[in-house]
């Protein structure tokens, strides 16, 4: 198939082939207005600039695009899990002799720009984190020819590595069954997340098959989420006496609330988490919580790009988990 070229570009985008030239060469002289058209025609038509090929051909480009969409909520800043990511992501490319070049691409404008960036030949291939199902974004990198990876599984088919995210949430619902809870309900991450959807799948599935229903409060992987959810599923169902927070973060919030309204944790409420970050040791009480190998994820996936760059097929990892008992349930 022929490659589209830069003048093709221009025709579909309407502009000539000067200013799409600007565009994908990183430069600030072009109004938002031409840019948008520009970046609209890259995708569509997939256009890999010359450079860029060039690059990719003789391995001169060693530079790796780490793109974390949606912050401040899912993985964050905030997020004790989005630095152990980054760290470990960074030093295994780095130790393979790649460039990292973290991008947040949380806005539309912000993915505009990852995409420009990427447009232009500035990286050898694309790391995404955190994506949401409506984020356009992967689909758009896609048709740009890059080798491209996912950290967690997404909606756009790339090799990906994850956690086993059902099984994670089904160990811990069970758990909470055999310490003889009822009524358990559930803090999930937010829905339009493929790892939310399996850990809400793993709750339903596990209580579907003893009969008992589901209680559910939506959250977004935010201690506010998980503190304000709690408080709905008081309201909701004040004999509830567990609950299955899809992270630990969520989970910390949980703990406050329930102290907040005289609930003793676990004799009156069990509280169980997921990931098991190092401040689910110093909660009080100490949290129960679905430990997922974040570190070690992070070094699968960096490692499944490396693969891919060498022409491997990309196959998805699913990573193990273990329940860590604690105090809290």
Known sequence: MKRPTLAAVAARAGVSKSSVSRVVNGEATVTPAIRELVIRAVRELGYVPNGAARSLATQRTNAVAVIVSDPPKGLSSDDPMFSAVVRTVSRVLESAGMQVTLMLAGSAESRLRAE???????????????????????????????????????????????????????????????????????????????????????????LRDTGRRSIVAIGDFTRISGYEGMRQLLEDDPALDAVFAANDLMAIGALRALREAGRRVPHDVAVVGFDDIEAALYTAPPLTTVRSPMEDQAAATAELLLSVFNGAPGTPVIMPHRLIVRESA
């Open 116 to 206: 420009q960036f990427v447009a232009a030949g500035h990286v050898a291939g694309v790391m995404l984190v955190s994506m949401h199902g409506a984020d356009p974004l992967p689909a758009s990198l896609a048709r740009m020819g890059f080798p491209m990876v996912a950290f967690g599984r997404s909606s756009g088919g790339l090799p990906y590595v994850d956690n086993d995210n059902t099984g994670g949430a089904a160990v811990a619902v069970k758990y909470l069954l055999d310490q003889g809870r009822r009524r358990i309900a559930t803090i999930t991450g937010p829905l339009d997340m493929i790892a939310s959807q399996d850990r809400l799948t793993g709750y339903r599935e596990t």
